[in-house]
């Protein structure tokens, strides 16, 4: 052990990696196993988008920019919310520009949250909102939603923020759901908007995947509730711009003041050229983003119709690409041992629902941000298990 080992707090070495994570690098590079693991993109990003960040370096675009990001990206941002989502900020004082979706997630956790503070978190969700909560040393309280659509009901969540009181500062809404794929209604946003109305907390309202809704329009709770909402979302997603890190929080100024200390803290500012890529992708990306969704869309009816045939029960996914579904009654073990047993006995690698809740539930996640031969074949082989396990517990 080295001399400094023990100088690391106790809530850092108790703190679990990402099970997504650690399930991708373990059977990500295994080429007998299809990996349907990670969230992320199989396009490529567009050849006008690289050509933006390639025209950015030519043109010296490579020091420091504004800490909040670059005014023309703000501007674009601004621009495509208000066309998008009828979402109105001023880009020079209501948003700035993070390390990604998940750099905007941790700057309002660790901006507004003490030790001891508690961060309201839906059950299931994507496992970065918990981690950064308790890396902080505020407590990370589930809200346990129920099948088959794991949603937040205005009942759920009124009992917590009277059961937690003025220890509450964040509430986290993610829709479409990551891990689920289901989304709220027009009508559950605005019940749940009247409920949180009367209590002095903040919304992260994580809308990375609204570009990617397969149902009608959805309407951000930031609509409704904009002194209390604070806006997430990115590029990585809809442009397949993952590695690019731009992502942005939109909010009250006075709000993104305190918050844009924090990420100028962490990360100072992130790179140029990748914002001026970013900014392309907003402005005349609109073609590619569909090409995708169309992709999505297909493929999610592939898997809802090949995991209806096999017997599986899950989720009617409605946006993000996502499917949630139910292990089998007759498997005995836990998420992750159904994981690993797909895993060796199908090679088929999905993430288990250990990865998004403490709570023992029994269901996984599988990506279909995959190609549709990569997809058929993995029901084909989901197949074959489903039915030997099957045989196996008659």
């Known amino acids: 052990m080295s001399k400094i080992a023990s100088l690391v707090p106790e809530n850092l070495k108790s703190a679990k990696p990402s099970l ?10 295994d080429p007998e196993v299809i990996n349907l693991t990670v969230g992320e993109p199989d396009f490529k990003t567009a050849d006008h988008v690289k050509l ?63 030790p001891d503070d508690v961060v309201l978190i ?46 509450v500062k964040v509430l986290v809404l993610n829709y479409p759901v990551n891990p689920t794929g289901a989304t709220y209604t027009v009508d559950e946003v605005r019940a749940l908007a009247a409920v949180l109305k009367e209590f002095n907390v903040a919304i992260l309202d994580d809308e990375i995947y609204a570009d990617l809704l397969y149902t009608d329009k959805q309407l951000p709770i930031a609509k409704l509730l904009p002194d209390q909402t604070l806006y997430v979302s990115g590029v990585s997603k809809n442009a397949a711009m993952t590695g ?20 100028q803290a962490a990360i100072s500012t992130t790179a140029t050229m990748n914002m001026d890529a970013a900014e392309e992708a907003l402005r005349h990306g609109d073609i590619d983003t569909a090409r995708m969704k169309a992709a999505y869309d297909q493929r999610r009816k ?37 994981a690993n047993h797909l895993a060796e006995k199908a090679k088929v690698a999905i993430v288990p629902a250990a990865a998004f809740t403490n709570r023992p539930l029994r269901y996984f996640r599988i990506s279909y941000a995959a190609s549709l031969s990569d997809l ?3 029901t084909e082989r989901l197949a074959k298990i489903f039915k030997a396990d099957q045989a196996s517990y008659k």
């Open 20 to 29: 997504i994570r650690v399930l991708n690098n373990k059977y990500g590079h």
């Open 52 to 114: 933006a960040a390639i025209k950015s370096i030519l043109n010296d675009h490579t020091h420091y920019p504004h800490n909040w990001g670059t005014s023309t990206l703000r501007n674009a941002i601004s621009q495509y919310l208000a066309s998008h989502f009828d979402l109105h900020y001023d880009p020079e004082s209501e948003i700035f520009v993070t390390e990604g979706a998940s750099g905007a997630i941790s700057t309002i956790i660790d901006g507004l949250c003490q």
């Open 122 to 167: 839906p059950s299931p969700a994507y496992t970065l909102y918990r981690i950064n909560t308790e890396l902080r040393g505020a407590r990370a309280v589930e809200l346990e939603t129920s099948a088959p659509d794991f949603k937040v009901t205005p009942q759920l969540l009124r009992e917590a923020l009277v059961k937690y009181g003025s220890a």
């Open 244 to 263: 690019w890190r731009i992502g942005y929080i939109c909010g009250p100024s006075d709000i993104l003041k305190s918050l844009a200390k924090v990420h």
């Open 302 to 338: 592939f898997l809802m119709n090949a995991m209806d045939k096999i017997g599986f029960r899950y989720t009617k996914p409605q946006g993000a690409f996502y499917l949630w579904v139910q292990i089998p009654d007759n498997f005995v073990g836990d998420s992750l041992a159904y």
């Open 376 to 378: 058929k074949q993995a």
